[in-house]
């Protein structure tokens, strides 16, 4: 299971039935659960940790030191969870302790081909993250999120669960949840009804999100007074307070 040109520090601890693929490294302070494929000519820096089932493709380099340049040799960690799929190319940076030292990701994620998922990022589960994908440090994405190819989000910024980011789109403000945005400078173009349809929400609820759609995007309201209307309409499901509450954390303001 494991090829003998891979080098493997002594210190790694490495479930028995892990598939590590020839001239791949794994450092000092890696834990790799079962089930899990590593790639030829894969990188794995420790601290970091990944959970089971994970397939990472070739060239892919995960828990390298953060590009920050406040960076200074602090003992960070990154932690994967299950059943991701990491492409060929992609980087994935540890935390710093100017954040929680730790950069996180869920379950169930897909990142193509030279995604970056930078220091101190926070990625949900279930999340599809393009070709060439830029996340840069400090983002939050939440769970069933879609960012398209060459997609680019500005350090800090929140991008809602469920919500899409078509191709190219440049994000420096937050996205609310089930929200899609696209364009450059980006703007809103309504409920992802598609990514609601394929996950098989009920149509109370996508009707009434797209009420609140409508509220906040529409009607030029302020934030406030926008959560004020959207809890006074007749349908008060949970995906609700999943937006309002995408919108209220919010620091930055969200995209319009």
Not at 155 to 163: D, E, I, P, T
Not at 244 to 254: A, W
Request: charged letters at 20%; one cysteine or more; proline letters at 3%.
């Amino acid at each position: 299971m494991i090829n003998n040109t891979a080098q493997i520090d002594p210190s790694a601890k490495i479930a028995d039935d892990v598939s590590i693929g020839p001239w791949t490294v794994i450092g000092p302070d890696v834990e790799i659960g079962a089930g899990t494929v590593i790639g030829p000519h894969v990188v794995l820096k420790g601290p970091t940790s990944i959970g089971t089932n994970n397939h990472i493709y070739q060239f892919a380099s995960v828990g390298e030191d953060c590009q920050d340049k406040k960076y200074h040799g602090e003992k960070t960690r990154l932690v994967i969870g299950n059943n991701n799929v990491i492409r060929e190319g992609c980087t994935v940076h540890r935390g710093t302790t100017q954040d929680q030292c730790v950069t996180r990701i869920g379950d169930n994620n897909l990142f193509m081909v030279n995604v970056h998922i930078a220091h101190d990022v926070v990625v949900g589960s279930d999340t599809v993250m393009a070709n060439n994908v830029t996340i840069a440090g400090h983002v939050h994405v939440g769970d069933f999120a879609v960012l398209g190819g060459f997609c680019g989000i500005h350090q800090f910024c929140r991008v809602g669960a469920h919500s899409m980011c078509g191709a190219g789109s440049i994000v420096v403000k937050d996205v609310a949840a089930f929200v899609t945005i696209s364009g450059s400078p980006v703007k809103t173009h309504g409920v992802n009804k598609e990514g609601l349809r394929r996950r098989g929400f009920e149509k109370e609820a996508v009707s009434a999100l797209h009420q609140a759609y409508k509220i906040i995007f529409r009607r030029g309201l302020t934030v406030k007074r926008a959560i004020e209307q959207i809890r006074q309409l007749e349908y008060q499901g949970p995906e609700l307070e999943v937006l309002i509450e995408s919108i209220l954390e919010s620091s930055r303001g969200i995209v319009r």
